[in-house]
């Protein structure tokens, strides 16, 4: 059962840090699939709708890829997992 007032968790609440890590679970699949899509998108659409062909559009959709992991997903992996914290 959950403790505490609505407007002051307890943040030892299992339920609470159970929930915080499911909500950076699910935030960090999305950020990969974010960052895979661009890459897939970009890499297909150089590949096949312009004169560039197959090794530009796979340049560029590991440019792409290497810039979505370092901007999207690698900063979201080392932030802390609480919420609230100071930083996020």
Known sequence: MATGSP???NPND?????HER???A???LIRWCMTLLA???SFLTLWFAT?????GGAITGLIVF???YN??????????????????
């Open 7 to 9: 407007f002051q968790p």
């Open 14 to 18: 299992p339920i609470l840090v159970e």
């Open 22 to 24: 499911t909500y950076k």
């Open 26 to 28: 699910f935030n960090i």
């Open 39 to 41: 890459a897939a998108i």
């Open 51 to 55: 004169a560039v062909g197959f090794i």
């Open 66 to 68: 290497f810039l979505g």
């Open 71 to 88: 901007f999207l997903v690698r900063n979201e992996e080392h932030k802390p997992l609480d919420v609230w914290e100071e930083g996020r």
